[in-house]
């Protein structure tokens, strides 16, 4: 059931969001939880675009990087477009094993931060096996939601790979980081506030400055707080 603040129609929540308001609060049991490492990745690897590939190369069998885009099904597994002439669909054919690392960026961060390495992270580790018939046209569905501009994946020499999930290794920035099973990273969901961040902390730094100083001083253990900016928000 929703409540509606008669002193500010901006808090009801719209017919059609009561869903996904339902959800997201079925997904917030604790009042401080924190998110796990497996829901920092996965809510990384939804909000990237674009990530670094590993893969094993043919010619003397080194670690080849290359950049692709990418997108991820509902078991946070990356599905890649990738054309035939690419020395990684070369490499792929040979030797399956594959890396994929998606990074927060500069603009992306909540933190501030402007050192590369003090951003998060995360590297699935897997095989890269091509989809065909039905399985294929479910994930171009996928990625060309992701992608509308990727006119070139109906190309003949493009297909369509998933990256089948062994582990994965998350970096928060400067000593965080963990292993994440491969189970855990399936089951595990981006966080639903993360479309709605910047109309949070807009709302938020506009609207309710008092609370956040209010906040601070009563949960955050900072009683002589006077000013407060909301820089970021997850579930």
Known sequence: MYRAVPANANHRVPEHART???RTLAATPGIRGEPTDAERGRTLL???????LATVSVEGGFPFGSLVAYAVDDAG???LCLSDLAEHSRNLAA??????????????TASGATDPLALARVTVLGTVVELRDDPRTAA?????????DAFYAVFGDFRLYRLDVSSVRYVGGFGRMS???????????????RPHIAGIVG???DDHADALVAYCRAFGGRPATEHAEMVGVDR
């Open 20 to 22: 996904e308001t339902a």
């Open 46 to 52: 939804a909000a990237a675009r674009t990530a670094a």
């Open 77 to 79: 597994r990356p599905l």
């Open 95 to 108: 030797d399956r094993r594959a890396s994929l690392m998606a990074s927060e960026t500069t603009t992306s």
């Open 140 to 148: 171009l569905h996928i990625y060309r939601e992701r992608h509308p």
């Open 179 to 193: 292993w994440v099973s491969a189970d855990d990273h399936a089951v595990a969901e981006p966080d639903p506030l």
């Open 203 to 205: 709302h938020m730094n």
